[in-house]
């Protein structure tokens, strides 16, 4: 059974960081994508940053310069690097797996609806 655990949330000052992390376990798949997708009060979910198995990457303009997201095959764990935070950064933050489909960075990002798995979550809260 596939599971994903996000961890890593918290509450900062804007221009701080936070670094979240996802703990993937049950799959054994090679081929891959997996993301950061958020979701803030009143708003629809948006996709943040995603990376496949070959290590591409793609990123929300929003986020660009400042988020860095990446995975360590090792431990099986995907990150997402937080950087100078705003306050329109807060949202749950969860994070995404597509074992299945191969589909392209760019392309989940712009609909999560393509991914398979999804982890619980983990809040970040950005104070001005």
């Known amino acids: 059974q596939v599971q994903l655990v996000e961890s890593g949330g918290g509450s900062v000052r804007a221009g701080g960081s936070l670094r979240l992390s996802c703990a993937a376990s049950g799959y054994t798949y090679s081929s891959y994508c997996m993301g950061w997708f958020r979701q803030a009060p009143g708003k629809e979910r948006e996709g943040v940053a995603a990376?496949?198995?070959?290590?591409?990457?793609s990123y929300a303009d929003s986020v660009k310069g400042r988020f860095t997201i990446s995975k360590d095959n090792a431990k099986n764990t995907l990150y997402l690097q937080m950087n100078s935070l705003k306050p329109e950064d807060t949202a749950m933050y969860y994070c995404?797996?597509?074992?299945?489909?191969?589909?392209?960075?760019?392309?989940?990002?712009?609909?999560?609806?393509?991914?398979?798995?999804w982890g619980q979550g983990t809040q970040v809260t950005v104070s001005s």
């Open positions: 990376i496949d198995s070959d290590g591409s990457t």
């Open positions: 995404a797996a597509d074992l299945t489909s191969g589909y392209l960075p760019r392309t989940v990002l712009a609909v999560p609806e393509m991914m398979d798995y």
